[in-house]
């Protein structure tokens, strides 16, 4: 198999836009017990994703209190006859929600969804096979992808911002490539990587750092 050779450069903190996406949508849960949410904040969610909360144990609610322009409000009870709510995440901003009866004692929660671009078609002589491993991830993201040609490449993460954290110059062989990815130095979250190929862009992968 042949390697990939990368050479870190220095990391920087500014804006940077993805010019594409093919990452997974994710269900996070919530379990509702002992008059609390939990988590009750939220992190790593975007649009697309679901947020489904499971009754354990009392009489609740999960209902929003305000919620990003365009994205629809929800109110469902959470009971020993209604275990389970899921709501599709379909709008970027900030959301909040209650358990209506025990809001007053603190029952509440929150997250925030970010928008993850939609793929803009690109030129490319052969469709990539690209493949990130594990995720979640701890340490060390490992990225294999085949190539047709030999040519400089770049692998850029960013954080849920859209700032761009790493910048990873490479070396493509044709044939199979590996890759590993040190992620260690990084805050938990949810960060996304883009490998580019020339002037292509190969995949866009949403890992989530524990």
């Not at 949410?37 to 697309?48: D, E, N, R």
């Not at 599709?88 to 929600?97: E, P």
């Not at 990815?181 to 866009?204: A, N, T």
């Amino acid at each position: 198999m042949k390697h990939v050779t990368s050479v870190y450069s220095a990391m920087t903190v500014f804006a940077a836009l993805l010019v594409s996406a093919d990452a997974e949508a994710i269900k996070h849960t919530v379990q509702v017990a002992n008059f609390q949410f939990s988590p009750s904040s939220l992190t790593g969610v975007a649009v697309g994703d679901t947020i489904r909360w499971e009754w354990q144990s009392g009489s609740h609610t999960t209902t929003s209190t305000s919620v990003p322009p365009n994205a629809q409000m929800w109110d469902a009870p959470l009971n020993s006859n209604n275990t389970s709510f899921e709501y599709r995440v379909l709008a970027a901003g900030s959301y909040s929600y209650k358990c209506t009866p025990h809001e007053g004692i603190g029952m509440t929660g929150t997250f925030t969804a970010i928008e993850v671009p939609t793929a803009v078609p690109l030129p490319a002589a052969k469709e990539a096979v690209v493949k990130f491993y594990p995720n979640p991830v701890t340490e060390r993201v490992h990225v294999f992808f085949r190539s047709d040609v030999a040519e400089r490449g770049v692998m850029n993460i960013y954080d849920a911002k859209g700032a761009l954290m790493m910048n990873l110059p490479l070396r493509i062989t044709p044939g199979d490539n590996s890759l590993d990815v040190p992620l260690g130095i990084l805050s938990r979250g949810m960060y996304m990587l883009e490998l580019l190929s020339g002037s292509r862009v190969l995949r866009v992968h949403k890992i989530d750092k524990m």
